[in-house]
Structures are given as structure tokens and as C-alpha cells.
């Protein structure tokens, strides 16, 4: 999904290692797994599922002393990865500019240990606070349909399912949105509601047939329609 400068380019949710019941019930929908990765130095792990225009990343600790580490204690991932019981959001949401567009939310530079020297995530500074969603600029800068490493796959053809439509972010009662995404959501890039239960992500999923779309709910990994 696009609107304005930006492009939803992948949202990620913390999972308990593995992702086992995220994966089965992926996998009972006739979800496909894309790739999987482990990011060194950064203490995360992966499993990725790829759509025509984004994908959804299932990501789990696996190293407790490379998430406290100086250079990305700042992303608050330790919290995140323990979020039920430390309140830290789950979710995040990687966005792409597209025709030389910008991010309009202030960053700031995460050289994260995985990724090539020189080269960093800008992160907003909003997620500082890890009661929000972590937002940042992916380094991708194409779909994956247009990806030519062969890390999409099939992407989700098995499933006749096409495209992420929308991104639907719940924020628990008493925590207030910040700005960037308020941003967002003008723009039309994300929707935000309130939850009494909880964060909650919901995608809306488009199929290729242009039959009625389902929705994935996020963070139970469930399937509906």
C-alpha cells in the first residue's frame, strides 16, 4: 500500500521463539514461509512472509546480551521481544520513500550490527518510547514482486492472495499514538484505533482473484475470511 511519499514496506511483530503456533496457523491458512534470517549482533532472529507490494516478518529473541548492547539498546528490542510482560509494543512498521520522497518524522541513525558498514536505519525518535511501535525507514527501496534475489519466492501465489491493502494499528487504552504516527495515519497509510485488550495490528489482504479480502490479525497470527 502507498500513499503520498511513503510505502508500507514491511510491518514486524515479536513472537516467543520460533514463532511456533504464529507459523502453524499461518501455515493452516496456506501461508507460505519466504525466508528466515538471523541478524547477528542485533540478538533477533526471523521468519518472513513476503506479498506482492510487502511482507510480514515474525521476529523472536535469541540473544539477550546482543539486544543490551550499546549500539542497539536504543531500539528498545529487549523490551519489545518481552512485551507482555514489560508493556513495550510489539509491533513495528518499516515504511520506503518512493520518488525521492522523505520520511516526515524526525530520526534517528541505528547502525545495526547485521547490516553492511556505512550503512543504517533511521529510526524514529518517537519509538524511543517503547509503549509505541517501532518506526523506521526501511533500506529496501523496491516491492517484493520487483525483487531479484530470489528472497520473496513464490511470495503468497499458493494462497491466491496479491496485496497488504491496509495496515490497522490498535493502540492500548491510556497509551496516545504519537505524532508520527498521527502523520501516518493523515497520509492515509495506517489506521488507528483504541483496544481495551491490548496492541493489536490487523492487515487487510487483497486476492488475486478480486474476490473479498481477508484480514490477519496480529499479534495471534490468525486468518480471517
Known sequence: MAHGQLEIDHV?????PEAVQEIERLNAAGLVQ???RRHVGQGTANACYCFDNAYLELLWAVDATELAA?????TRLGERSRWRRTGASPFGLAV???DGGTTPFETWPY???FL???LSLPVAV?????????????PGTARPDQWTNGRAGDRQTAARLAEITSVELAFPVGIEPADAFKRLATDDLIELKQNASGPAMTLTISRRDSGLPCTLTLPDGRMVG
Do not use: C, H, I, Y
Open 12 to 16: 514486524f511483530v515479536f513472537t516467543q
Open 126 to 138: 518517537a519509538s524511543d518510547d517503547p509503549a509505541q511501535p517501532m518506526l523506521f525507514q526501511s
Open 34 to 36: 519466504s525466508n528466515r
Open 116 to 118: 553492511p558498514a556505512g
Open 111 to 113: 547502525e545495526a550490527p
Open 96 to 98: 520506503r520513500p518512493k
Open 70 to 74: 550499546p549500539a542497539v539498546a536504543r
